[in-house]
């Protein structure tokens, strides 16, 4: 019973290379998040998805593109990556519901030089 | 603006007895509350919920409190035990202008729990 799967767990860039995370969920959820956390200010949310084939803005989404061509695929993509761009993502998802109660992934560290 | 605050960015309490994490919000239009645990190298993972038209909820060594006129929320663990040492993050939920919320969070900075035996 996977849950949320984050790949890969860690990775160190060059800035203005590219990459992209994936997010795998096996629970059948509709909603699918990406968060960003820094020291000292909590989980942000960039981008997120309420179905397939759908992606949002969050609070924090310039400089990252998001996909869900599938249901249980949410990827997150830097283009040009800056080393503001240094931190721990997690990936989430849900079912609607109230309260909406997210399950995240283990997380993603990604240092951008 | 942070939306949601937890100003102590740490708490040290000894085990068996009773630990409080604080939480302030700014935004009346928050309808849910949730609380959730982290541990390093780990997602969070989701403890407890209460509903704005709610004071408080319990659930087993957990209790949340929500005192809506103070827009202060906080989480009461008793007894406190060793294995509850994490990060605690205080998060919210509300309705936009069009009536959705879509289930986004507004997280806290997070509380450094340590319970020493």
């Known amino acids: 019973n996977a849950g949320v799967t984050q790949t890969p767990k860690f990775r160190v860039l060059k800035t203005g290379q590219s990459m992209t995370l994936l997010c795998a969920q096996d629970?059948?959820?509709?909603?699918m998040y990406w968060y960003r956390q820094d020291p000292g200010m909590g989980l942000r949310l960039i981008h997120y998805?309420?179905?397939?084939?759908?992606?949002a803005k969050g609070e924090v989404p310039d400089g990252y593109n998001v996909s869900r061509l599938k249901k249980q695929n949410f990827l997150l993509g830097l283009e040009s990556a800056a080393p503001s761009q240094t931190s721990v993502y997690f990936c989430?998802?849900?079912?609607?519901?109230?309260?909406?109660?997210?399950?995240f992934g283990a997380g993603t560290r990604l240092s951008v030089l | 603006d942070q939306q949601v605050k937890q100003n102590s960015p740490s708490l040290s309490v000894q085990e068996g007895r009773i630990s409080i994490l604080n939480c302030d919000y700014t935004?009346?239009?928050?309808?849910?509350f949730l609380w959730y645990k982290k541990y390093p190298a780990e997602g969070p993972t989701f403890l407890i919920s209460i509903s704005s038209i709610k004071d408080k909820n319990e659930d087993g060594r957990f209790t949340v409190f929500l005192n809506k006129s103070a827009k202060h929320l906080s989480l009461h663990i008793v007894p406190s035990q060793p294995g509850d040492s994490a990060v605690y993050f205080c998060a919210a939920s509300g309705q936009d202008a069009g009536g959705t919320s879509y289930g986004k969070l507004t997280f806290g900075q997070g509380t450094i729990l340590t319970v020493h035996p």
């Open positions: 998805s309420v179905g397939e084939g759908t992606t």
């Open positions: 629970m059948n959820h509709e909603y």
């Open positions: 989430a998802s849900s079912y609607p519901g109230i309260p909406n109660i997210q399950y």
């Open positions: 935004n009346s239009m928050f309808d849910y």
